[in-house]
């Protein structure tokens, strides 16, 4: 793509600040014919560049300058834009000053790289919390995100159930779940732990620095920490037949990914598309509560206690709904 071309072609230009199109046609891959109308286009998006001509000469750079775009290609550029979230942005406390990182950002981009991130911002927008997740108040969001981004030490307090406790945290990233806030820290030493924002109710900067955990990854780590909340959480398996339907609501009424581990196991369908599953579950009883959202869609196969809890959930919606008679004096009765 010629965009990224473009922003190859500046970075190598600031590396080595001044260059035949010789040497930059090897080095990029391309004709000198390429480079030549590469540099005419970053010439006219404003980059200050100028050919030497003779023995010596060559594309340079003016002395001094340097673009601010430092590592990003013309994909990451543009996904910069797709991301800026204005829902996250404010919660973080950064609208103004993200608006205006990507004015700036803009009016240094060559322009074919500015068109590109410009549509992808036009066409995509991330909306971080689900249809049925009421926005969640995290008071405390704009100086967590603060520390994390000075790597300073923080001190917290944080609610745990009925009591709050006080806690200095090594504050090391935020993750946004769902529309929820998670802060990995590591608390005065220990191991990496998760911390829900929302909970935090007072957040104070010790004025101390940190040093990070070395080969610390947050996105790594976030993966593994998910993977072994959702191994505490879903401890019991239940065997399920499900109808067409069932299988295809099954993620709306549980757990959406252990929903969707089940139908990828599933059995081979019946003659009627009935499949059998095998789905991870909370506990029986909340399972039971959960299916009976999938009405004559699902049948309960193991353990015992599932399908005497549905049998005994469908026997108390079918007396509830029974029709209602009409006697002679106008009266309904049951």
Known sequence: MRASRLVTLLFTLQRRRAATAAELARELEVSERTIYRDVAALADAGVPLFTEPGRGGGIRLVDGWRTRLDGLTAHEAAALFAAGAPQVRAELGMSAALAGAQAKLLATLPAGMGAQARTVAERFHLDAPGWFHARQEVAQLVAVAGAVWEQRRLRIAYRRRDEVVERVLDPLGLVLK???????????????????????????????????????????????????FEGQLLRETVRLRLGPRGLRNLPHVTDPDAAVRAVLHAAEPDVQGWREVVLDVEDVAVAASQLTGLGGEVEALDPPELRTALAAAGAALAARNAPRRVSSTGTRST
Not at 184 to 193: F, K, W
Not at 199 to 228: C, H, K, M, N, Y
């Open 178 to 228: 769902a529309g929820t806030w998670y802060l990995a820290a590591r608390a005065e030493g220990a191991a990496v732990l998760t911390f829900r924002v929302a909970r935090i109710t007072a957040a104070e900067p010790t004025g101390e620095g940190f040093e990070r955990p070395s080969g610390f990854d947050l996105v790594e780590w976030w993966a593994e920490a998910a993977s072994r």
